[in-house]
């Protein structure tokens, strides 16, 4: 079964960088792309950006671009989201998901990865 | 940048009734049109893909229409694990893939 799991809470200082990982299970894990998204404190879905585990080429949301990095290391099937400066308003739950080759589709969605930044 | 708008942003309705969420798209997105339910603490999880095509697993009561830039996901008999906030997504542009913002459905 297809599964997607995301490491643990991050609790950052305002100007700091935060590394979140998504490990794929299940499927081929070069055969989907992967996506990022986030969901700030009572404000909605926002798209962050994607990466092609294959190639590993990525394009990231104009919001994000210069502080965000997505990578991915195939012999471990994972995925990382580094997101740097890091300010208060980028508290949020950051979820991977995985895209469905035709359409597009987000068919598989990781548990979620709640960061808070705070001094 | 296409924008997702949809209508209205909450709503409330009681077990049994039949509920409607519009989603309009800026311009036209074909049927690359998604509709994902949302509850606290969890992932979102997919509800119709392609505008019309019920996801498997998801009971039949969930049903999605549309083409372009209009569509609408309609909720039959809600039933109470129905009540979440209802988003629909767009992947006709590449790479941006936009959320509309957002219904609540809450209880009556």
């Known amino acids: 079964q297809v599964e997607l799991v995301q490491s643990g809470a991050e609790v950052k200082k305002p100007g700091a960088s935060v590394n979140v990982s998504c490990k794929a299970s299940?499927?081929?894990?070069?055969?989907?792309?992967i996506h990022w998204v986030r969901q700030a404190p009572g404000q909605g879905l926002e798209w962050m950006g994607i990466i092609n585990p294959s190639s590993g080429s990525s394009s990231y949301a104009q919001k994000f671009k210069g502080r965000v990095i997505m990578t991915r290391d195939t012999s471990a099937s994972t995925v990382y989201m580094q997101l740097s400066s890091l300010r208060s308003d980028d508290t949020a739950v950051y979820y991977c998901?995985?895209?469905?080759?035709?359409?597009?589709?987000?068919?598989?969605w990781g548990q979620g990865t709640l960061v808070t930044v705070s001094s | 940048d296409i924008q997702m708008t949809q209508s209205p942003s909450s709503l409330s309705a009681s077990v049994g009734d039949t509920v409607t969420i519009t989603c309009r798209a800026s311009q036209s997105v074909s049927s690359h049109l998604h509709w994902y339910q949302h509850k606290l603490g969890k992932a979102p999880k997919l509800l119709i893909y392609?505008?019309?095509s019920l996801q498997s697993g998801v009971p039949s009561r969930f049903s999605g229409s549309g083409s372009g830039t209009e569509f609408t996901l309609t909720i039959s008999s809600l039933q109470p694990e129905d009540y979440a906030t209802y988003y629909c997504q767009q992947t006709y542009t590449t790479p941006q893939k936009t959320f509309g913002q957002g219904t609540k459905v809450e209880i009556k």
């Open positions: 392609a505008a019309s």
């Open positions: 998901a995985r895209a469905e080759a035709l359409k597009g589709h987000f068919d598989y």
């Open positions: 299940g499927y081929i894990f070069t055969g989907n792309y």
